[in-house]
């Protein structure tokens, strides 16, 4: 059971360096639906992940001078994003402990999955018809970034194609400068969430091999999803994640109706 653990890390790691999700919004619903633990137990396993390939992969393109990152346009987005992290997380807490049956919050959180993929895949195929809106300001930046962060940190992911979404709409980036940028605002949102959930003392139990496997595998699928991300083209990398993106679609249906 433990190596299951790794693998689903190890594969949403390596999708997640190369499209930008994180890899959460794919840990989290395939995870889910194997049942191998709660949801609020996924979720910070998911955040964990998450946290240690976007760490190594931001860590690695500034010492390699990559220059994709748009610190300076994305750091007020992902201030707002970590701000909204905590109130997400708060709120699905709520949920968890207010639902008179426990698999609810897990319901819920599979149910807003689905629609919020699916809004991301249909934008993402009627892109080239959209006219994109430039944001310049640093609220109207921070207010983006508050909602996308509440949003994702409520979904327990790290934003995952809602951050491309948004990026492709307000900053008009391409979709492998989007995949970098978007790493970094769930590096910054997911620690928020990790250090709230710290904090508060509300860590759900967890099995600690399990963990270090996990962790394990995002920043082995951090390194690969990199080296791959390389070799390839930008349109390649949205068909990846237009693939993912359904796939994403299929299990959280099938999650929400399990539940």
Known sequence: MEMLY????????????????????????SL???????????????TCTVISMSLYSIVKSVHAREKLVDFRACTPLALGAAVGGVLGKILFDLIAKGAANP?????????????????????????????PRAVHSFAGRVGIGLCLGMVSSFLGVGGGPMNLVVLFHFFRMDTKVAA????????????????????ARNIPPFDP????????????GGILGR??????RSATVEKLLLCM??????????N????
Do not use: E, W
């Open 256 to 259: 929400a109706i399990r539940y």
């Open 180 to 199: 970098q940028n978007s790493l970094y605002i769930i590096l910054i949102s997911q620690l928020a969430n990790f250090l709230t959930t710290v904090v």
């Open 6 to 29: 790794l693998f689903v890390s190890l594969a949403a790691s390596i999708a997640g360096a190369i499209c930008g999700i994180g890899g959460g919004i794919i840990i989290k619903p």
């Open 209 to 220: 091999l399990s963990l270090a496997l996990m962790i394990m595998g995002g920043i082995l």
């Open 32 to 46: 889910d639906m194997l049942g191998v633990a709660s949801a609020a137990t996924v979720s910070f396993l998911s």
């Open 103 to 131: 698999l609810l919050a897990g319901k819920v959180q599979a149910g807003c999955m689905a629609l919020a993929t699916a809004a991301t895949l249909i934008y993402t195929l009627r892109r080239s018809h959209i006219t």
């Open 227 to 232: 080296k791959i991300s390389k070799s390839i």
């Open 245 to 254: 993106m359904g796939l994403i679609v299929t299990i959280s249906v099938y």
